[in-house]
């Protein structure tokens, strides 16, 4: 099993480099697609991160697509994000529902780093769904107004370092739930 960061970073390269894909469309090869957090995990696994810059490289894809040759196939479609129903905090426990929770309490306000510049983090309320497993996933910012970038990137970086136990549908089965928290540097309590 991977590492959330490290599947965080995955996901996060694949996304950035199909967002690219998608936006220069025209003006790349045909044979350029778009790519999941599984291909970036098997690029891992060659030669290919060496082997970036080799002009036999090029020269290999050069020969496997010509220039004019058809386009392979459609790419698959991406896999669609797993369906993450929005359960408020208050209505979960009457519901039967059964909370996502740190496993830690207080790791993310403890492993906060203020960005550079500041000594403390303003209070920031986040949300993000914790799926099954434990993974973070759907991260957002619901502070009113909202933080700047800076703090909800420092913020972020808090949540994945930290686990988190999956909550429970009413028939006590692990779930995909939303979990609302309010983080704060330990300096500023």
């Known amino acids: 099993m991977l590492d959330r960061t490290f599947r965080g970073v995955l996901d996060g390269f694949a996304q950035g480099y199909s967002l690219y894909v998608r936006q220069h469309r025209e003006s790349l090869p045909a044979w350029v697609i778009e790519i999941t957090a599984a291909d970036a995990l098997a690029i891992t696994h060659t030669d290919a991160p060496a082997d970036t810059a080799s002009a036999s490289i090029v020269r290999s894809l050069q020969q496997k697509y010509p220039e004019g040759a058809p386009a392979p196939a459609a790419p698959r479609p991406p896999v669609q994000a797993p369906v993450v129903e929005e359960k408020p905090a208050y209505a979960m426990t009457d519901s039967g529902w059964k909370k996502a929770s740190e496993l830690i309490p207080g790791c993310v306000s403890q492993a906060v780093v203020p960005p550079t510049g500041l000594q403390r983090i303003p209070e920031v309320t986040v949300k993000f769904a914790v799926a099954p497993d434990g993974a973070v996933d759907r991260f957002e910012d619901v502070t009113s107004p909202p933080a700047s970038q800076p703090v909800v990137t420092a913020v972020r970086r808090a949540v994945y370092k930290c686990d988190f136990v999956p909550g429970r549908d009413p028939s006590g089965k692990l ?12 300096s500023a309590r």
Not at 175 to 185: E, G, P
């Open 175 to 186: 779930a995909y739930t939303w979990m609302i928290l309010t983080v704060r540097s330990p």
